[in-house]
């Protein structure tokens, strides 16, 4: 969809948000302003909060005051050097590819942030399948490490590519998730109970799956270990 509106376009710039977002008033106005007196600006990202606060733990938004992610719920590109790079990468099945996007964009002239151009993200109740399905997330971790192993290795440190799926998104992802959504355990525990559930058979699924992702993985070494030398 987002590859088709950038077809469709016929601006100068390109602004992105999602389905579930609403701009603050002046959105399109801050971003025009941003980009008129700095002809080189390739992009910029702004904050995204949440209004009204989360009731559940099963309730998904965005909260990002200070950006980093470039998320295409607040993000603007010149449209040029985005048609340049062939837009968004289709090969990621659940995200990943608005962060991949930034890092090809940033190659052809600066990003910035712009604390302006705010997007309300309200909260939006998942279902306990839902949460569930995350443990299939791992995939795009495989293929933005095929699209930029150099910015996928030093994002983690070094750390290989079955880290990033096992320990960073699988264990430490879930403790994170956990702690972040804690506060529900004295407003609404029955809820939190269930979300820590629904997250234990994701990770469980996850583990089930090593096989599978093990080879996988070692693929995708070893495409990107050929496409280097």
Known sequence: ARNRGLAESTGNVVAFTDSDCAPDPGWVEAIAAAFAPDPALVGLEGP?????????????FQDLPEGGFWATC??????????DLGGFDPRFPYGHEDTELAIRARR??????????????????????RVVRTWRHWIDDVVLYEC????????????????AIFVERGVLGAFRDLRKK???LR??????????????????????AAPHIVARTREAVRHSSGSRS
């Open 182 to 184: 804690a506060r529900f």
């Open 74 to 83: 607040n993000v603007a590109y010149r449209r040029a050097p985005l048609v």
């Open 48 to 60: 995204t909060y949440t209004s009204p606060p989360a009731r559940s733990p099963f309730d998904h």
């Open 108 to 129: 052809l002239g600066p990003l910035r942030f712009e604390p302006a151009m705010r997007v309300n993200h309200p909260p939006v109740r998942r279902a306990f399948g």
């Open 187 to 208: 407003t609404a525990p029955g809820a939190f109970l269930a979300y820590a559930a629904a997250i234990a058979v994701s990770r469980v699924r996850l583990l089930l």
């Open 148 to 163: 930029q192993p150099d910015a996928f290795r030093s994002g983690l440190g070094g750390h290989s590519l079955l880290y």
